[in-house]
């Protein structure tokens, strides 16, 4: 294993940058174990992609999305009425309104529908 560690500090702030070549073996233990050191410190660990970007969760993002709402993204991705979406689900085009309105829940049963019917995780709707 070959690490280096860097630290600056500014006012009030310390900035670490760690950088480690460690076997592929070992690479997540180390990753999750340092994770958890600074959830523990009250830190939480955002995740980059290869540019450095931070990513972000949908909850983040979105937080008042719920169910409904994701299903009429989807419809709107996949360009369809609410009278079309419930034909190819075999339902009545008023569920697919009251679905997205939130005023009748999503069951499991549905969800898994839609995902097999849409190619998309029914996971998405729960």
Same mark, same amino acid.
């Given at each position: ?37 600074? =959830? ?10 290869? #540019?450095? @970007?931070?990513?972000?969760? %949908?909850?983040? *993002? ?23 979406? =419930? ?10 309104? #009251?679905? @997205?309105?939130?005023?009748? %829940?999503?069951? *499991? ?18």
């Amino acid at each position: 294993m070959s690490a280096h560690m860097k630290t600056r500090t500014t006012g009030e702030l310390v900035e670490i940058n760690l950088s480690a070549i460690v076997e592929v073996s070992e690479g997540k233990l180390i990753e999750e174990t340092l994770k958890g050191i600074l =959830a523990l410190a009250g830190h939480p660990v955002r995740s980059v992609n290869d #540019e450095g @970007e931070e990513l972000f969760t %949908a909850e983040e *993002v979105f937080p008042d999305s719920h169910p409904g709402s994701r299903l009429r993204g989807l419809r709107g991705r996949e360009g369809l009425s609410q009278r079309a979406m =419930a034909e190819q689900l075999g339902i009545r085009q008023h569920h697919i309104s #009251e679905m @997205e309105k939130g005023t009748r %829940a999503i069951s *499991v049963e549905m969800a898994k529908r839609i995902g097999k019917t849409f190619d998309i995780s029914y996971k998405v709707f729960l």
